[in-house]
């Protein structure tokens, strides 16, 4: 990025404090009713063609009920604050393996899916994993996850059961902290611009090089 100019303060609906995005309720949809049959009724459609998590796509899964709040979840994801919040799922009427398909089948409205790990997972367990000697990643660990941005556009994220203690999800608008850096420290503007290599936390795995190319 040229960074010959010099970086102004962002100015959008994507970039709020905390408290400001609490105040808000616009990015909070409530799902039931006919909603709820739809989303049964397609989960009973794809298992009765045993169709694999992999292929469904949202022809499988329709949910006309759920038309204008998908279009309303797209829009407040570009062009609104970034995040939604969809509530009223009754995830302790189904097992496991059909919340899997039923998130699989909601996300299909919203985008393509991709794996985020060398394992190839499309649907990753956040839970204490220590158990299984695998917990490279953070989200597989007791420990608390740092705020970060995914290598996707979108993530979801879909809560089974609350933790007996910690467990709490967060989320920031990066565009706030950019205003904020800008404010306290313009000095660093032009390095963070320019950008940096990371870190590939499973590249003894993956067999990948230890930081990204670019």
């Known amino acids: 990025m040229n960074t010959a100019v010099a970086p102004q303060p962002v100015s959008a609906p994507w970039v709020w404090s905390a408290g400001e995005l609490a105040a808000q309720h616009d990015w909070k949809i409530q799902i039931g009713g006919n ?28 949910l006309p009920s759920l038309a204008r709040d998908f279009l309303k979840v797209k829009q407040l994801l570009a062009q609104g604050p970034g995040v939604c919040l969809l509530r009223g799922l009754p995830v302790d009427q189904y097992p496991r393996e059909d919340i899997d398909l039923i998130l699989w ?11 985020q ?31 970060h941005i995914d290598s996707v556009d979108v993530a979801g994220l879909l809560c089974l059961r609350q933790a007996k203690r910690g467990g709490m999800s967060l ?11 800008l404010a ?11 950008g ?12 990948e090089n230890p930081t990204t190319p670019h």
């Open 117 to 147: 790990s060398y394992r190839g997972d499309m649907i990753g367990e956040v839970m204490d994993m220590t158990h299984t000697g695998d917990a490279r990643r953070a989200y597989r660990s007791p420990l608390p996850l740092d705020l």
């Open 196 to 207: 940096y290599h990371c870190r590939h936390s499973e590249a003894a795995s993956s067999g």
């Open 35 to 62: 909603a709820l049959d739809d989303i049964a009724g397609a989960l009973a459609g794809v298992k009765k063609r045993g169709l694999a998590l992999k292929e469904i796509t949202a022809q499988d899964f329709p």
């Open 105 to 115: 089948g909601l996300g299909t409205h919203v985008g393509e899916a991709i794996a």
């Open 171 to 181: 989320v920031v608008s990066s565009f706030a902290i950019h205003n904020a850096i």
């Open 184 to 194: 306290a420290r313009p000095d660093l503007m032009p390095l963070l611009y320019h």
